[in-house]
């Protein structure tokens, strides 16, 4: 799974598990921001709305445990 760590000066460092690599900010899709997770089109990295969208829902579900 590729997740956008930081987008710094621009570069994007995108995380793959335990691997970090860096690409042009420009190679992003305009909409793509950090904690995104991305795929790979074309050379362009896209939002992948569904992966995206379940990971946060699994973030805050966690973050909800630590209070209870």
Known sequence: MLIIDRISEGIAVIE???IH???P???LAPDVKEGDV?????????KDET???K???KIIEM??????
């Open 21 to 23: 690599f860096d690409v």
């Open 55 to 57: 990971r946060r829902r």
């Open 38 to 46: 991305v795929i790979s089109e074309n050379g362009v990295y896209i």
């Open 25 to 27: 900010a420009a190679a």
């Open 51 to 53: 992966a995206t969208e």
């Open 63 to 68: 973050q909800n445990e630590l209070w209870e």
């Open 16 to 18: 793959d598990g335990d």
